[in-house]
């Protein structure tokens, strides 16, 4: 029988290609694009603490991290006010351990988008560098994933957990839309009231 692991990586493959191209379009040298990836990942990981604080079945040693206090800080650098997530909920029947293993696997993919946003000759996007360069889930992803590893879920827990990872991924793509409305919409304006 396959790891849960394996399972929730083969299983979610898509959902996780799709987000991993809708990020990839950001450019984090840039002020524009560093906004919107850290205004997205502050509004889905917010839904997902949220939601993780209304769970009780996952094992406290492997509650994740929050980094949001270094996300709003980067935003701050950047001059992005702070928002009030709308309709970024992860509601119904949810597993922890879905909700958590997209969340480790991000800070994977963090790792790689560091290198990027080092290459910036911008000193104000390096200055936002808080939530990229944090090594706090260095230790977190090596024991998330030997428990994962460790587990032979039955099936219809691993049906929750697999429904909760889709979900969670989907609130991360719903996140990034969301960002870029309203960073777009900020840009307008600005552009109306520097104009002329």
């Known amino acids: 029988m396959q790891t849960l692991r394996h399972h929730l990586r083969t299983s979610t493959r898509m959902e996780h290609e799709r987000l991993d191209a809708a990020f990839s379009t950001l450019d984090l040298t ?3 694009g560093l906004s919107r990836f850290l205004l997205s990942h502050f509004m889905a990981l917010s839904g997902c603490h949220a939601r993780l604080d209304q769970l009780d079945d996952l094992p406290a040693m492997l509650r994740p991290p929050s980094l949001l206090p270094e996300i709003q800080a980067d935003l701050q650098v950047l001059g992005v006010s702070r928002r009030e997530p709308q309709g970024l909920k992860l509601t119904g029947q949810m597993s922890s351990l879905g909700i958590c293993y997209v969340i480790a696997g991000s800070r994977l993919g963090t790792k790689l988008l560091q290198r990027r946003w080092a290459q910036s000759h911008d000193p ?13 889930y260095d230790n977190y992803w090596p024991q998330f994933v030997k428990y994962l590893d460790g587990m032979l879920a039955p099936d219809d827990n691993r049906a929750a957990i ?14 990034l839309e969301w960002a870029n409305t309203e960073l777009d919409y900020d840009k307008t304006e600005f552009d109306v009231s520097h104009s002329g």
Not at 124 to 133: D, E, I, K, P, W
Not at 166 to 174: A, E, S
């Open 162 to 175: 697999e429904r909760s990872a889709r979900l969670t991924f989907r609130l991360f793509g719903d996140a």
């Open 30 to 32: 840039r002020r524009d």
């Open 124 to 136: 104000q996007v390096l200055r936002a560098g808080q939530y990229l360069s944090s090594g706090t």
